[in-house]
């Protein structure tokens, strides 16, 4: 169910996925980055489920930094090496967001968006097989996410 805004017309919002895609895909700004680290020493590798961060020799041993929204949201639903534990409800909101985009985007943009996300997915419905309670909510909201994109 989609919740309308006074301010946006119905007509608008054929125009916010593609928006949407664009802003969780974009590189995130490191306008934190200590001045006396060398920016030639940032090296990029990738997590597991293929989405780059970035780490520096100060940060070797520390959580790697998103470069994205998406990479972000990614971390959310895996819910593993997070400085916060993400309450199932959130977990399940990142679902949500990403059926609603699926449902008002396309392209190559939501087809990258669904290549990186759908390992995790996936592996969030695997664990919550045959759970209960707010765990089988999450999975039921990650089954409703796939089963939404295989059939777009």
Same mark, same amino acid.
């Given at each position: =169910? =989609?919740? %309308?805004?006074?301010?946006?017309? #119905? #007509?608008? %919002?054929?125009?916010?996925? @593609?928006?949407?895609?664009?802003?969780? =895909?974009?590189?995130?700004?490191?306008?934190?980055?200590?001045?006396?680290?060398?920016?030639? #020493? $940032?090296?990029?590798?990738?997590? +597991?489920?293929?989405? @780059?961060?970035?780490? /520096?020799?100060?940060?070797?041993?520390?959580?790697?930094? @998103?470069?994205? &929204?998406?990479? =972000?949201?990614?971390?959310?639903?895996?819910?593993?090496?997070? !400085?916060?534990? *993400?309450?199932?409800?959130?977990? &399940?909101?990142?679902?949500? *967001? *990403?059926?609603?985009?699926?449902?008002? &985007? $396309?392209? +190559? +943009? !939501?087809?990258?968006?669904?290549? /990186?996300?759908? @390992?995790?997915?996936?592996?969030?419905?695997?664990? $919550?097989?045959?759970?209960?309670?707010?765990?089988?909510?999450?999975?039921?909201?990650?089954?409703?996410?796939?089963?939404?994109?295989?059939? $777009?």
């Amino acid at each position: =169910m =989609m919740i %309308y805004s006074p301010l946006i017309s #119905a #007509a608008d %919002y054929s125009s916010i996925g @593609p928006l949407v895609l664009n802003a969780i =895909m974009a590189p995130l700004s490191f306008d934190a980055v200590p001045a006396t680290e060398p920016t030639s #020493a $940032s090296v990029s590798t990738s997590s +597991e489920v293929s989405s @780059p961060v970035v780490t /520096t020799p100060s940060t070797r041993g520390h959580l790697p930094i @998103p470069r994205r &929204a998406l990479d =972000m949201l990614i971390s959310a639903l895996k819910n593993v090496d997070n !400085l916060v534990n *993400f309450p199932i409800e959130v977990r &399940a909101n990142v679902c949500s *967001f *990403f059926l609603q985009v699926g449902r008002h &985007a $396309s392209g +190559e +943009e !939501l087809n990258k968006v669904k290549e /990186t996300v759908r @390992p995790t997915l996936e592996k969030v419905l695997e664990i $919550s097989r045959g759970a209960q309670g707010k765990e089988e909510m999450l999975g039921r909201a990650a089954r409703r996410t796939l089963d939404a994109w295989a059939s $777009s």
